[in-house]
């Protein structure tokens, strides 16, 4: 399934013809091309959790040997959470049901700042909303969370809040609170607004009674008013504004695993077989992005069976 992202196959034929073409250097890996049957048969009973743990070990081994600048002076981790639809013909894959015409599987992913590679994924159904998915990860104490105004979510903010873990997100515009404190916004950094507020709304003060940070900011490039809203009352208005800015290197992840990895069209048609795929293409994303001489967002991949091959030596010395 590596050899299907290396080499963007678009069936298990395309695989294992492929694979037959390197069998020169498949026998230093001391394996054998696997025919199209077995393939089938894997794809379809060798679960996606396997998968899963090799991604979680092959990030403990490159987020350990991440070295460089941090964008951000402050010591605390930094995530973005954010989430991406993946479409599906529904008559073919009738377990993903997202609309009536229409289905679909999303990836919840949390990226880390640090070298900007996933740390997390969830993959469940299209139906599935951002913040079910949220609570069902953990955080530890200290991390900062940015995130869209998909996941606000009071009740989240209090359980966040409570646990130590800091977050940075958009204000909804019918959000009702009060403001509790007024700060001096910095001079010369677009910063309008610099507040501390307790929430209003119907019930906001029974979900979250804690007192949350309002900063408004308004945009160089375009003059939009931006108001962002945050637990942490420490950091500057500038740094919360900047926070929320980087929060776009999960977008731009999200392309480059669209455009250069194979995730918009399967091999296999089962939920196994998706999910797998899915799986396989985060793990050559780290694989990838832990050579910093192989940035994926910004390279022209080579897609064929000589690239994909010519890759196989270093797959087998950076797992083995």
Not at 45 to 64: C, D, I, M, Q, S
Not at 129 to 136: E, F, N
Not at 247 to 254: D, T
């Amino acid at each position: 399934m590596l050899f299907c992202q290396l080499g963007r196959a678009h069936s298990l034929r395309e695989i294992e013809g492929g694979l037959k073409s390197c069998e020169g250097k498949l026998v230093h890996l001391g394996i054998e091309a696997p025919a199209r049957s077995s393939l089938s048969y894997a794809n379809g009973h060798r679960p996606w959790e396997l998968f899963e743990k090799v991604f979680y070990n092959l990030y403990g081994t490159v987020a350990a040997k991440t070295t460089g600048k941090k964008k951000f002076r402050f010591k605390n981790k930094l995530v973005s959470l954010d989430s991406t639809v993946i479409d599906l013909c529904l008559s073919m894959y009738d377990w993903a049901k997202f609309r009536r015409t229409k289905g679909a599987v999303k990836l919840h992913l949390v990226l880390d700042h640090d070298g900007y590679l996933p740390c997390f994924g969830l993959v469940t159904d299209g139906k599935v909303s951002d913040i079910k998915a949220a609570w069902q990860i953990a955080f530890a104490p200290g991390t900062i969370v940015v995130d869209d105004r998909g996941y606000n979510d009071y009740r989240l903010f209090a359980d966040w809040t409570e646990s130590g873990v800091f977050f940075v997100t958009r204000m909804k515009d019918n959000a009702q609170y009060e403001v509790v404190e007024e700060r001096d916004p910095p001079q010369n950094r677009n910063i309008l607004k610099d507040q501390t507020v307790r929430l209003t709304g119907t019930g906001a003060q029974e979900k979250c009674p804690h007192l949350l940070r309002r900063v408004v900011v308004i945009r160089e490039d375009t003059g939009e008013t931006l108001v962002f809203l945050s637990n942490h009352h420490g950091l500057g208005a500038s740094t919360i504004a900047a926070i929320y800015k980087d929060r776009w290197q999960v977008e731009l992840f999200f392309k480059a695993l669209k455009q250069n990895l194979k995730i918009k069209t399967f091999v296999g048609t089962s939920a196994n077989a998706v999910k797998t795929q899915i799986w396989t293409a985060l793990i050559f994303y780290v694989f990838l992005g832990s050579d910093p001489f192989l940035p994926l967002a910004h390279q022209n991949l080579g897609h064929d069976a000589g690239y994909a091959g010519a890759h196989l030596k270093k797959l087998k010395l950076f797992f083995f």
